[in-house]
């Protein structure tokens, strides 16, 4: 069956950077985008961008431009999301999906809890 | 401030139909065929009950339609059960802009 699997909870400090891991299985890897998605405690859902597993081009959110990187690995069918310069309000489950380019997401990670404190 | 505009929360008693809205504009929900819906209950993964404005995953009750007219997207639940009460989240296609995928702010449904 379709499984994402993401890495466990972080805990950073403000300007650190952090890197969550996604796992894919049950599937060809190379043949669905993977989308990011955050949702800070008590609030909604927040597209932060998208990867091609298949030639790893991507598209980020315009808020997070210079701050997001994601990146695929096909031979560990893994794809990461680094979000640099933390700051508090980055605090968040952060969410894999694999769907369409459009969206469409079917598949979703666990989530990833990132806390920001000092 | 959403890109796509969900009331806050709705309500209906059990067995009742309810409808929830997202509105976006022309470059988003009105230009493409591209909306979707997803349920979060709290603690849990969001869960893709509608995609491409009408069409149900396999295994996603069809007492849970969609429509769209114009800028505007609408879920329909009918037979409301105590299950549903849920946080129920729309999301656009939006390729002119970034982000590519727009979300609605999310509607709170309670089930009396």
């Known amino acids: 069956q379709v499984q994402l699997v993401q890495s466990g909870a972080e805990v950073k400090k403000p300007g650190a950077s952090v890197k969550v891991s996604c796992k894919a299985s049950g599937y060809t890897f190379t043949n669905y985008y993977v989308h990011w998605v955050r949702q800070a405690p008590g609030h909604g859902l927040e597209w932060l961008g998208i990867i091609n597993p298949s030639g790893g081009s991507t598209g980020y959110a315009q808020k997070f431009q210079g701050r997001v990187t994601m990146t695929s690995d096909t031979s560990t069918s893994t794809v990461y999301m680094e979000l640099t310069s933390l700051r508090s309000e980055d605090t968040a489950v952060y969410y894999c999906a694999r769907g369409q380019s459009y969206g469409d997401c079917g598949a979703w990670g666990q989530g990833s809890l990132v806390t920001v404190s000092s | ?112």
């Not at chain 2, 819906?37 to 009750?61: A, C, D, M, T």
């Not at chain 2, 549903?84 to 702010?105: Q, W």
């Open chain 2, 1 to 112: 401030q959403s890109a796509l505009t969900q009331p806050a929360s709705v309500s209906g008693s059990p067995g009742q139909s309810i409808t929830i809205s997202c509105t976006g504009t022309n470059s988003d929900v009105g230009g493409y065929d591209y909306v979707s819906w997803y349920q979060q209950h709290p603690g849990k993964v969001p869960k893709l009950i509608i995609y491409e404005v009408f069409n149900r995953p396999s295994g996603v009750s069809n007492r849970f339609s969609g429509s769209k007219s114009g800028n505007t997207a609408s879920l329909i639940i009918s037979g409301l059960l105590p299950e549903d009460e849920a946080d129920y989240y729309c999301t656009s296609y939006s390729p002119r802009t970034t982000p590519l995928v727009l979300f609605g702010g999310g509607t709170k449904l309670t089930v009396l």
